[in-house]
Each structure stands twice: as structure tokens, then as C-alpha cells.
């Protein structure tokens, strides 16, 4: 059936909390919610938002976004649409995954809020039979398993299908009976309906770009909350992101884990050390001299304040290559990470200037620091399995590395030699990916010393 919960699926109120529930509707983006026209009667309604399957999200009011009115005319063919403006945007909620494609006989899921289940919601299911002028038919086993009230603006979503990922398919709009009774039980034959997220896609540009194939990118978005999360994660990630586009939209989203945030070209770096300097609160005796620092290098302040980088608070750069100096900024970041701050570096394109010093004072000592992690680690296994492998049966003996770690230290000796930083750059991720192989217990799992590194994808010239 896919996920039990989801972010997306919302549950709507008109007004405020204090009202009952008239409708469902779908997050499309971290501010803006798709529903039925009908479910907010006027175009100038306030609406109350409320994120039914996870109340970690605090609700929020909504009103009609600019050109998100499309009520249609009467019949089967009207749009019945209406796109909804949070009034703040909600980045922590996951947007639903929209898909134009329809499947005839595909079994669907709709969750919906029909009195008396207002409060927790219902489930109903279906499937895709055919068109109603631009409707999609949805024929339910039973008339009782036709929509009712309180589902009108519901996602109509199918199910997780061994790789096949869960996607929104339409939004709940009506249901018809044979005999026009009020109740679809009262009626011989009744059928849901449905709008195609195909046919929202024609009438709202935003639909068309977010159901299209860059729409989102999925896989990224996973790596930056493995990133964010930082649980066994190089201290600097370095990525390139085209302005526009889902990969644009996806990093966006996921901005908000950040601690900070500074965009080259739009803020100077003595704007950022005014803003890292206060929230690092050292002593007041030493503001200054950890400005001058940070700036302009030279003596380094006492280091009370460091923390270890994966565990530290993450400053975000984004567009390295639109700053002025991006050279001079990285060796700002250089410093900033000493004292034990994460860093995602986004440049905007691959021929910008600062590349190399990223490489040189950033990715290189990030991934020496990580090398040596985990060699310590493989380090700690063989001295386990030295003194206890041969008190125990070789089932129960404590995990040995894959490979002796007296040679992993001399490699990482003799590549710390090598005078280019991208044969160093290329080499630490060889020997990261050697030692997290290393440290992986029998049938590919982590053994009792942790995880090693996540797999690294690389970029243009072989960064990642």
C-alpha cells in the first residue's frame, strides 16, 4: 500500500481549528497545496491546513495562491481546482511524489475525512477504470466503498510495488450514482471520480513542472538527510547544483536542516563571521580576536569552543563560485571548520573559479579526517580479535578487519605524500571505500565497530 504515514496528505478546515473538517488536499511544495475548488467554496476563504498523519508539523492557514483559482464550469469536464498559498512554508514536510501516468485496472488508495471519521480519517480503495470527460472513473468493490463528504481534494495515490515507489495519481473530486440518491448505498451502481494529475498538469505550470522528470531528485534528497544527519558522514560535502531545475528545488528543501545559510555574491564573508562570532558566544575578550581570525587568518584563539566536525552545527554555502573571492571564502570555511562546523558546498557551475582550493582546503583534509577515523576503528577490531579470537568458537569470535590495518596506515602515510591534491583527493576516496569494505561484517553488514562510509558519488573532474 506504500507508507502508512505521509507529510503530504493533509486534512483541511475553513478558517481556523475551531471549524469542521471540509475537505482533504495534497503538499506539493513546501508552501503550496493542491485541493478542489469546492472544498474552499470562494476564492478569497482562508483555510486551515492541518498535517493529519504527522502532528510533529504544527498546522498553518492558507489562502488562494495567485492564479490558483480554476473552479471550471458545471459538468464532468470542469477543472474544480484550487492551489493553496501556506502562509509560511513548512520545509520539514515531505511533498508528495506526483506521476501523470495512469495505469487501467492500477489499484489505488484515497484517505479521506467523511464524518465520523473526521478526526483520525478513513481508507478507502479502487481502481482506475476510465475516462468521464476529463475525470478518471474510480469503481470500488462495494457502493460503500464510494467517496463521501470529507474526501473531496484527497491524493489518489497507488502503492509501493517492490522498487516501484508510491505516486499521487489524481485528487478526489466527486462520486455518481445510477439512481441520483443522496447516498452511494442508495444507488444500484456508484462510482468515484477522480481529477488526473495529468489534467492538473495542463491548467497549472507548477503541477507540470513538479510531475515531470525533474520534477525532484529523489535520490538526492536522500543523501542530504543521511548527510545532515550526519551519523558516520565526511565533515564537508561538496555538490554541484544548477540554478533551477529539481535538483535546485530538491537542495532548497532540504535547506532547512541547516544551521546557517550564506549565499555567495549576496552576503559577504565579514557578514558571516559576524554571524558565526555571535553564535559561537565566546568570551567577550575574545569576539575580536576570533573575527580577525576568521577573516584574515594568523594566530588561531584558544579552541575551547571545537567540537567534533560530524557531530558540529552545519553552515550551508550556496553558489560558491557566484562570490566575488570564492578563493578567499574558502579559506574562511577552513578555518570555520576547525571549530567543529559541518559544511555543504554548492557551486552553481563546474567551470568556476575557487574548485581547486575546495579540493586542496577543504575535500582533502575532510577526507584525511574520515581515513583516519575509520582506520582507528579497523585499528580497535584487529586488537579485539587478536586478544579474544582464540578464547571463543569461530562463531562467536568478534568481528577482524577485511584487510591487515597495518597496510591501510602505510597507505594513508604514503599518500598523505603526494604533492597534487586531486591524486590525494583520489586516493582517500579509494582508500575510504577499501576501508569501509573493511569494516563491513559477514553478508555485507556493519560490524560491532560501525558502519563505515557512505558511498560517495563524484561530479565533473571527479569531485563528489
Known amino acids: 500500500m506504500g507508507e502508512l504515514r505521509a507529510d503530504w496528505r493533509l486534512r483541511l478546515r475553513p478558517d481556523g481549528p475551531q471549524n469542521a473538517v471540509c475537505g482533504a488536499g495534497v503538499l506539493i511544495t513546501q508552501d503550496r497545496v493542491l485541493t478542489c475548488a469546492h472544498v474552499v467554496g470562494d476564492p478569497h476563504a482562508r483555510m486551515w491546513v492541518e498535517f493529519a498523519e504527522n502532528p510533529a508539523i504544527p498546522p498553518v492557514a492558507a489562502r488562494v495562491a495567485p492564479d490558483g483559482w480554476l473552479p471550471g464550469r458545471p459538468g464532468p469536464d470542469r477543472e474544480d481546482i484550487a492551489v493553496l498559498a501556506l502562509d509560511s512554508p513548512r520545509p520539514q514536510a515531505e511533498p508528495a511524489p506526483l ?62 510495488r517492490g522498487a ?36 492538473v498538469a495542463h491548467l497549472v505550470p507548477l503541477v507540470a513542472e513538479l510531475s515531470g522528470p525533474d520534477g525532484w531528485d529523489h535520490a538526492f534528497a536522500d543523501r542530504l538527510r543521511r548527510w545532515f544527519a550526519g551519523t558516520d558522514q565526511p565533515a564537508v560535502r561538496f555538490t554541484v547544483v544548477p540554478a533551477g531545475g529539481g535538483r535546485d528545488r530538491t537542495l532548497r528543501h532540504q535547506l532547512h536542516r541547516a544551521h546557517l545559510i550564506h549565499h555567495g555574491g549576496r552576503t559577504r564573508p565579514d557578514e558571516l563571521v559576524d554571524t558565526l562570532v555571535a553564535q559561537l558566544r565566546p568570551p567577550r575578550y575574545q569576539r575580536n580576536r576570533y573575527r580577525d581570525w576568521l577573516l584574515e587568518g594568523g594566530d588561531e584563539p584558544e579552541r575551547s569552543l571545537a567540537g567534533p566536525p560530524a557531530a558540529g552545527p552545519v553552515l550551508a554555502v550556496i553558489g560558491l563560485d557566484e562570490d566575488p573571492d570564492p578563493a578567499g571564502l574558502v579559506r574562511v570555511l577552513a578555518r570555520v571548520r576547525t571549530l567543529g562546523f559541518r559544511l555543504l558546498v554548492v557551486v552553481r557551475g563546474t567551470e568556476g573559479p575557487g574548485l581547486d582550493a575546495v579540493e586542496s582546503a577543504l575535500l582533502v583534509p575532510a577526507l584525511d579526517e574520515r581515513a583516519e577515523e575509520l582506520l582507528r576503528r579497523a585499528e580497535h577490531m584487529e586488537r579485539v580479535w587478536l586478544r579474544l579470537g582464540a578464547l571463543t568458537d569461530s562463531a562467536s569470535a ?67
Not at 573493511?438 to 557512505?454: E, K, Q, R, W, Y
Open 164 to 199: 516501484r515507489p508510491e505516486h499521487v495519481v489524481g485528487l478526489v473530486v466527486s462520486w455518481r450514482g445510477d439512481l441520483e440518491r443522496e447516498l452511494p448505498t442508495d444507488n444500484d451502481l456508484a462510482f468515484s471520480y477522480m481529477i488526473p494529475v495529468d489534467r
Open 99 to 160: 506521476t501523470r501516468h495512469l495505469e487501467r485496472g492500477g489499484e489505488v488508495w484515497l484517505g479521506g475525512y467523511a464524518a465520523p471519521f473526521d478526526a483520525d480519517g478513513m481508507w478507502l480503495s479502487g481502481r482506475i477504470s476510465g475516462l468521464h470527460g476529463d475525470w478518471v472513473q474510480l469503481d470500488a468493490r462495494t457502493n460503500a466503498e464510494v467517496v463521501r463528504p470529507g474526501f473531496s481534494g484527497a491524493a489518489v495515490h497507488t502503492g509501493r
Open 398 to 464: 568478534p568481528p577482524r578487519p577485511g584487510a591487515d590495518p597495518a597496510i591501510r596506515r602505510r597507505r594513508l602515510h604514503d599518500l598523505r605524500a603526494l604533492p597534487d591534491p586531486r591524486d590525494r583527493l583520489a586516493a582517500l576516496k579509494q582508500l575510504l571505500r577499501d576501508l569501509r569494505a573493511d569494516l563491513t561484517g559477514p553478508g555485507g553488514h556493519p560490524g560491532p565497530a560501525g558502519p563505515g562510509l557512505p558511498e560517495q558519488r563524484t561530479g565533473p573532474a571527479g569531485r563528489p
